[in-house]
């Protein structure tokens, strides 16, 4: 536990001795980094630079929203690697989401977490998700947000709030490792179907592809979107849902809610509340319909 009270203790100590006093306009703040591990740590970054053609204004379309990437044997020399156009300081406190990649099924991501904390000063609040090639993210430019990072970022917490994904932190991951537990991490895909939500011409884009479990560092397994809704509600970490079922025959939708399930055997017992989407009531037909559903669901995952 002395790793995870020197955490919690640098949470508190917003103004350390050490301050960086770099002027921001000095800095190159980074809005997104990319991680994958070939052999070496391979960082690819979304930055915004006040030298890009758009001033100081934050403004993808200004291009002052750069791609920039570096490979080294670890990851702080991948991120000296980097190099900056305009040689400014990379800081990292402001970063908004961070993606393990491809590399960590082998090789643990440990070692890089605490190095962005302890030495990048990324933020504990920082949320964290994995791709199967994190780079391709940095690749995207998004319409949508004043800068390429916040699409993705919209992604995970819209999902998160209607209980189908997690939302996991930096701090999470430091204190579950801590702890020895493993954390639940929200996956992006690329797909070709979203034209208007990238200015490339092909849309192509990332859409929430279900998660991975990571523990000590390294990434397990592949769960759907509909296995990784079922396993926030068994680890605690949602009590509600947004739930598709079939009620004569007729495919419906409805919000599961106060959403409770207890191993009995070899099965479960589900309890819940429903409403309508616009918190109207469902018939007691309708509810038993939705029930069974949401059991179906907690059970397959179990």
């Known amino acids: 536990m ?17 301050a960086d006093m770099t002027e921001l306009g000095n800095r190159a703040i980074i809005q997104a980094a990319a991680i994958d591990f070939n052999g070496n740590y391979q960082v ?32 702080a020399e991948a991120i000296d690697n980097i190099s900056l156009i305009d040689g400014k300081k990379l ?8 993606i393990l990649g491809s ?43 004043i800068t ?14 209607m209980g189908v994904s997690p939302k996991t932190t930096l701090l999470d991951l430091l204190a579950d490792s801590e702890g020895g537990r493993a954390s639940l991490l929200p996956r992006l895909a690329p797909t ?18 279900g998660s991975r479990y990571i523990k ?4 397990y397994g592949y769960y759907s979107d509909v296995e990784t809704a079922a396993l926030m509600l068994l680890s605690g970490k949602s009590d509600k849902l947004v739930l598709n079922y079939l009620h004569n025959d007729e495919e419906r939708t409805c919000e599961a809610y106060s959403i409770r399930a207890v191993p009995d055997g070899n099965n479960w017992r589900v309890s819940a509340k429903f409403r309508t989407r616009n918190g109207g ?11 069974s559903a949401l059991t179906e669901l907690i059970s397959s995952a179990a």
């Open 216 to 219: 000590d560092g390294m990434l």
């Open 103 to 145: 590399g960590f099924e082998k090789v643990s991501a440990a070692d890089a977490l605490e190095t962005l904390y302890f030495d990048m000063r990324c933020s504990l609040n920082m949320p964290v998700c994995c791709a199967e090639s994190a780079e391709f993210l940095t690749d995207l430019q998004f319409t949508e947000g």
């Open 148 to 161: 390429s990072a916040e699409k993705p970022l919209a992604l995970i917490e819209n999902a998160n709030r």
């Open 44 to 75: 690819s970054a979304l930055l915004f630079s006040g030298g890009g053609s758009g001033g100081d204004t934050i403004d993808a379309s200004q291009e002052n929203v750069i791609k920039v990437s570096g490979e080294g044997e670890t990851l």
């Open 91 to 98: 800081y990292m406190a402001e970063t908004k989401l961070l």
């Open 192 to 209: 070709k179907n979203g034209r208007g939500m990238t200015s490339g011409e092909d849309g192509r884009t990332a859409v929430l592809n």
């Open 2 to 18: 002395k790793k995870l009270a020197l955490i919690i203790i640098g949470t508190l100590l917003l103004t350390g001795c050490e």
């Open 281 to 291: 009531a469902l018939s007691e037909s309708e509810q038993r319909s939705a029930l």
